[in-house]
Nanobody, 115 residues
Framework: QVQVVESGGGLVQPGGSLRLSCAAS????????MGWYRQAPGKQRELVAR???????NYADSVKGRFTISRDNAKNTVYLQMNSLKPEDTAVYYC?????????WGQGTQVTVSS
């Protein structure tokens, strides 16, 4: 079992930055994948970025070069640094932890990009 709690969402103007945090209830070095997903109104949930225990990362094409996922094993926390935000980045952002075949989700944090 893993519990994950997101924080850091909010309202930001286009071109601005936000950093999301995802705190896990257990050592993230034992979690196969940790990732960020997002879901905009009327759309399916989509992968934004994820990171493995070895530090390998992958990103959605729409966020490459703007978003960076990182991890702090000492704090059992994964971050999503979001720069050059666009209105189309507006969504609820969810943290996901995957251990073998089990997948655990946070409650989500709202990110709104608007002037």
């Amino acid at each position: 079992q893993v519990q994950v709690v997101e924080s850091g969402g909010g309202l930001v103007q286009p071109g601005g930055s936000l950093r999301l945090s995802c705190a896990a209830s257990r050592s993230i070095s034992e979690i196969d994948f940790m990732g960020w997903y997002r879901q905009a109104p009327g759309k399916q949930r989509e992968l934004v970025a994820r990171i493995t225990t070895s530090g390998s990362t992958n990103y959605a094409d729409s966020v490459k070069g703007r978003f960076t996922i990182s991890r702090d094993n000492a704090k059992n926390t994964v971050y999503l640094q979001m720069n050059s935000l666009k209105p189309e980045d507006t969504a609820v952002y969810y943290c996901n932890a995957r251990v073998v075949v089990n997948s655990y989700w946070g409650q989500g944090t709202q990110v709104t990009v608007s002037s």
